[in-house]
């Protein structure tokens, strides 16, 4: 749902997950297009609550609801982790340890070109991996799990 609150980063309106669900395995997205392949892909994101997660994250190269690549930050577990989602089965490959603090704005940005996936958090360089799961162009958009209660703001993609 489309929120207004006086912190968002790009003005007074934001997207926001406000379902509390518990329900474990479930990923609640959002997605748009047009579909690219080569891409730098970034949002601000603001864990706000949530018990068993609390986890913001972005998607790309998404084909359908259940094959896709998401790296995500979560604010319980002081992590970013960047997975690729299969037939609905995510699988981590790649991941970095640090704070993450719920109720505070984050910059959570990936490049992909190729097989080559960066993955920055607050400005900084985390994860730098390669994988070819998806080699394709998809859609783009953002992520969350269970029972987060996520904000997003200023979704950006540029054609690599």
């Known amino acids: ?13 934001v997207l926001a997950q406000t379902d509390g669900d518990t329900t474990d395995y ?6 748009t297009g047009p ?4 891409l730098r892909l970034a949002v601000k994101c603001k864990p706000i609550a949530g018990k068993g997660d609390q986890g913001c994250g972005i998607i790309w190269r998404l084909k359908d ?7 995500r930050a979560n604010a319980l577990e002081d992590n970013v982790h960047l997975y690729h989602v299969v037939r ?13 603090q719920s109720g505070v704005w984050h910059d959570l940005a990936v490049e992909m070109v190729g097989d080559h996936i960066q993955v920055f ?5 985390v994860i730098d991996a390669h994988d070819s799961t998806f080699a394709d162009a998809g859609k783009f958009g953002v992520w969350t799990k269970a ?5 997003f703001d200023d979704l950006t993609a540029t054609p690599k």
């Not at 579909?35 to 080569?38: E, G, V």
């Not at 029972?147 to 904000?151: L, N, Y």
């Open 65 to 71: 609801a259940d094959n896709y690549y998401i790296t």
């Open 121 to 125: 958090y607050d400005g900084k360089k």
């Open 147 to 151: 029972d987060s209660i996520i904000q």
């Open 26 to 31: 479930r990923f609640p997205i959002a997605y």
């Open 1 to 13: 749902m489309v929120q207004a609150v006086d912190d968002a980063p790009s003005g007074k309106n």
């Open 88 to 100: 609905g089965k995510r699988v981590r490959f790649e991941g970095w340890n640090g704070k993450v």
């Open 35 to 38: 579909d690219l392949k080569d």
